[in-house]
């Protein structure tokens, strides 16, 4: 196993076909150490070059295995086009089990890198530099698809759950390819990766698989399946796309049931259950144990998200369904 050389800008046109594992060197920390990110390029003949993402928020882990067993499966395989794999976007969230990145300054600075693109190379907040580096010198305008993989954030969990804006056919073409529980066409947040992707012409979709700081065998092998229908319908790799039996739920809006009050909440729904107006969500103790609060489904829906942490602050959402 070679040590992976050391890049400051990946520039595709300059690597030859094959293999490359790459440190990519994208900022510094107020020691001067180097805030590196491991990178893998499968570059093959001619063709689409697809960019699959992991770990933008740091504590969200499921897109990491998603990746190796892709790069485990493909070891062999002659690609018609290029793949890079981001296994691990945010490290300073990463080693914090932190979804937002990390810095010194000012006390301590969190970001939420999915909400800072393009970002700013001389912002005052080394975050926003930071992608900066990942949007100018990563991914430098060379995908011609972008996958980012998610999770719920901690103390809740998802289904495997897709954003999409699925007014562009070129998202809608992918959405299609995606064996998910549920998919929500969505317009998008303003300064994440897919949103900012799609408004440079690139199709992007943000894949959410389950709940942070895990990996779940099934949701795993679902969205390893659907990168490679991703891959057949790019003609980056042969064979022939499988939903794997699945018909996602689709739908275009969220209702967010939040915690009134603050205390201990008992889950009376799961994930992907179909609820009716009125069905009792969840129920709410205070930490005496006196009853607080019942939580019923304002509208009927679909369960997309639960809260499993279950002591809830006030505004803290319980759960989430999709319509
Ligand atoms: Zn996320």
């Known amino acids: 196993m070679p040590e992976p050389a050391i890049i400051t800008k990946l520039d595709l046109s300059e690597l030859q076909p094959g293999r490359h594992d790459l440190w990519f060197r994208a900022a510094e920390t107020g020691i001067g150490t180097p805030i590196d990110l491991p990178i893998v390029v499968l570059k093959g003949s001619p063709g689409r070059c697809v960019y699959?993402?992991?770990?933008?928020h740091g504590d969200e882990l499921a897109g990491v295995a998603v990746i190796h067993h892709l790069l485990d499966e493909l070891a062999e395989v002659q690609l018609s086009g290029t793949i890079v794999a981001i296994p691990c976007a945010n490290p300073t969230g990463m080693l914090a089990h932190s979804r937002q990145a990390r810095a010194a300054s000012e006390g301590l600075t969190l970001t939420d890198l999915n909400r800072e693109m393009p970002g700013q190379a001389d912002s005052r907040n080394p975050n926003t530099r930071f992608a900066h580096a990942l949007w100018d010198r990563l991914y430098a305008g060379q995908p011609d698809v972008f996958l980012d993989l998610?999770?719920?954030?901690?103390?809740?969990?998802?289904?495997?759950?897709?954003?999409?804006?699925?007014?562009?056919?070129?998202?809608?073409?992918?959405?299609?390819?995606?064996p998910a529980d549920q998919i929500k066409d969505d317009p998008g947040e303003p300064g994440s990766v897919e949103t900012e992707m799609v408004a440079t012409g690139v199709p992007a979709m943000t894949l959410e698989l389950g709940a942070s700081k895990t990996?779940?065998?099934?949701?795993?092998?679902?969205?390893?399946?659907?990168?490679?229908?991703?891959?057949?319908?790019?003609?980056?790799?042969?064979?022939?796309?499988?939903?794997?039996?699945?018909?996602?739920?689709?739908?275009?809006?969220?209702?967010?049931?939040?915690?009134?009050?603050?205390?201990?909440?008992d889950m009376h729904v799961a994930l992907n259950q179909p609820v009716a107006q009125g069905t009792l969500l969840a129920t709410q103790h205070n930490a005496f144990g006196h009853h607080l609060a019942d939580y019923t489904a304002p509208e009927a829906g679909r369960v997309l998200s639960i809260a499993t942490d279950p002591m809830r602050e006030p505004g803290a959402l319980l759960v989430k369904l999709l319509k």
């Open 215 to 265: 990996f779940d065998p099934d949701l795993t092998r679902r969205g390893l399946q659907a990168v490679r229908n991703i891959l057949i319908d790019q003609k980056v790799i042969q064979g022939k796309p499988d939903m794997l039996g699945v018909t996602p739920f689709a739908g275009s809006e969220e209702i967010n049931i939040r915690a009134a009050r603050g205390g201990f909440v």
């Open 150 to 178: 998610h999770t719920m954030t901690h103390g809740n969990n998802f289904p495997f759950f897709v954003f999409a804006d699925r007014s562009d056919p070129a998202v809608d073409r992918l959405v299609r390819l995606v």
């Open 52 to 56: 699959l993402q992991a770990g933008l």
